[in-house]
């Protein structure tokens, strides 16, 4: 699974610094505690993103199935007032 932050060049570039690390912490950690809720292991953080995957004793299906719940869930979470942390962003 590979998550990255819509609009973050756009963030980081009105943004000073010490505003956009917490933001970007509270987004990584919306979609971190899905993968591990589903069984996933985050590889790696990508800047503004991460890999992430879905290991299986199972067969493939399975872990495809783990990381698309653990993609949904993450969606789930944001989506609830991630406009309107967004726009209070840039408005500021």
Request: net charge neutral; with cysteine; charged share 25%.
């Amino acid at each position: 699974l590979v998550a990255d932050f819509r609009h973050f060049t756009e963030i980081s570039e009105r943004l000073p610094v010490d505003r956009i690390i917490p933001w970007l912490n509270a987004g990584l950690s919306c979609i971190g505690d899905p993968i591990g809720r589903h069984g996933g292991q985050i590889l790696k953080f990508l800047g503004d993103g991460l890999l992430a995957i879905f290991p299986s004793t199972e067969d493939d299906a399975s872990a495809c199935a783990e990381a698309l719940a653990a993609a949904r869930d993450a969606m789930r979470v944001h989506l609830k007032g991630s406009q309107d942390r967004y726009k209070r962003l840039i408005r500021s």
